[in-house]
C-alpha cells in the first residue's frame, strides 16, 4: 500500500487520467496539523582528493515548484504527482538540499572554505545544482525512491563552466509507512550526495 497522501494535487499535465485504484489507495488523510517532520542526513563518503587552495559557494539549488515545498512528493503516474499525508520536510526542500550539500562538503575537510551567499567568503567556484526529481515512485509496481540533482562547477571569475555532471539514484522502499518512505528518500539523497561531492573534488 503506499500510504497517506493529501488530497491536495499538482497536475503536470493539463489532461491527467487518475486510476481509480490508485485514487482509493492515495485518499483519506488528516489534516496537516499532525505532520510528522522529517530531515535529511549529511553523510558523504568522499575519496577525492584535498584542495585546500580552493573556496567553493553553495547557492540554493532549483527547482520545479511542485518540488520546491515542504511537502514529500509521490509520483502516481508519468502525468500526475500527490504528496505524503501527515508528513512533511523540516524545511523547504531546496533549502534543505543546500544546508545538507554545504555539510558534506565541510565534513571532508578537504576544502580550503565552504559557503553559501552572504557570508563575504572569497571564491573560486560556485556549486550550481538544480534538483530534478525529488520523490517517491509509486507508478508501477514497485515502489522505489528517486533523487536526480544535476551540477555545473562554475568559475566565479570568469563566469564560465568548468565541469557539469548529473548525479541518479534509485532505490526500492522496503514497507509501506510513511518513516519507510522517507528512509529510501534519505538514502537515495546520501547517495546523490557522495557522488556528487567526490566527483566536485576531483574536478576542481
Same mark, same amino acid.
Given at each position: 500500500?503506499?500510504?497517506?497522501?493529501?488530497?491536495?494535487?499538482?497536475?503536470?499535465?493539463?489532461?491527467?487520467?487518475?486510476?481509480?485504484? +490508485?485514487?482509493?489507495?492515495?485518499?483519506?488523510?488528516?489534516?496537516?496539523?499532525?505532520?510528522?517532520? @522529517?530531515?535529511?542526513?549529511?553523510?558523504?563518503?568522499?575519496?577525492?582528493?584535498?584542495?585546500?587552495?580552493?573556496?567553493?559557494?553553495?547557492?540554493?539549488?532549483?527547482? +520545479?515548484?511542485?518540488?520546491?515545498?515542504?511537502?514529500?512528493? *509521490?509520483?502516481?503516474?508519468?502525468?500526475? *504527482?500527490? @504528496?505524503?499525508?501527515?508528513?512533511?520536510?523540516?524545511?523547504?526542500?531546496?533549502?534543505?538540499?543546500?544546508?545538507?550539500?554545504?555539510?558534506?562538503?565541510?565534513?571532508?575537510?578537504?576544502?580550503?572554505?565552504?559557503?553559501?551567499?552572504?557570508?563575504?567568503?572569497? *571564491?573560486? @567556484?560556485?556549486?550550481?545544482?538544480?534538483?530534478?526529481?525529488?520523490?517517491?515512485?509509486?507508478?508501477?509496481?514497485?515502489?522505489?525512491?528517486?533523487?536526480?540533482?544535476?551540477?555545473?562547477?562554475?568559475?566565479?571569475?570568469?563566469?564560465?563552466?568548468?565541469?557539469? !555532471? *548529473?548525479?541518479?539514484?534509485?532505490?526500492?522502499?522496503?514497507?509501506?509507512? !510513511?518513516?519507510?518512505?522517507?528512509?529510501? +528518500?534519505?538514502?537515495?539523497?546520501?547517495?546523490?550526495?557522495?557522488? +556528487?561531492?567526490?566527483?566536485?573534488?576531483?574536478?576542481?
Amino acid at each position: 500500500m503506499v500510504g497517506c497522501v493529501s488530497s491536495k494535487r499538482h497536475q503536470v499535465w493539463s489532461a491527467v487520467i487518475v486510476l481509480p485504484l +490508485l485514487a482509493a489507495l492515495l485518499g483519506g488523510c488528516g489534516s496537516s496539523g499532525n505532520n510528522d517532520t @522529517y530531515d535529511l542526513s549529511a553523510s558523504a563518503k568522499a575519496s577525492g582528493p584535498s584542495v585546500k587552495n580552493r573556496q567553493i559557494l553553495i547557492p540554493q539549488p532549483t527547482a +520545479l515548484q511542485a518540488l520546491d515545498s515542504n511537502q514529500i512528493v *509521490i509520483r502516481v503516474s508519468s502525468s500526475e *504527482i500527490q @504528496y505524503l499525508g501527515k508528513s512533511q520536510w523540516s524545511d523547504k526542500l531546496s533549502k534543505m538540499v543546500q544546508s545538507k550539500l554545504v555539510e558534506a562538503f565541510e565534513n571532508t575537510g578537504k576544502l580550503g572554505g565552504v559557503g553559501v551567499p552572504g557570508q563575504g567568503l572569497a *571564491i573560486d @567556484y560556485q556549486i550550481v545544482t538544480d534538483i530534478r526529481s525529488f520523490e517517491i515512485n509509486a507508478a508501477g509496481g514497485q515502489k522505489s525512491a528517486v533523487v536526480e540533482i544535476s551540477e555545473k562547477i562554475l568559475n566565479d571569475r570568469s563566469g564560465t563552466v568548468k565541469a557539469q !555532471n *548529473i548525479f541518479r539514484k534509485v532505490v526500492p522502499v522496503s514497507g509501506g509507512s !510513511n518513516p519507510d518512505f522517507v528512509r529510501a +528518500l534519505d538514502s537515495a539523497f546520501a547517495g546523490v550526495t557522495s557522488e +556528487l561531492v567526490d566527483w566536485t573534488l576531483r574536478s576542481l
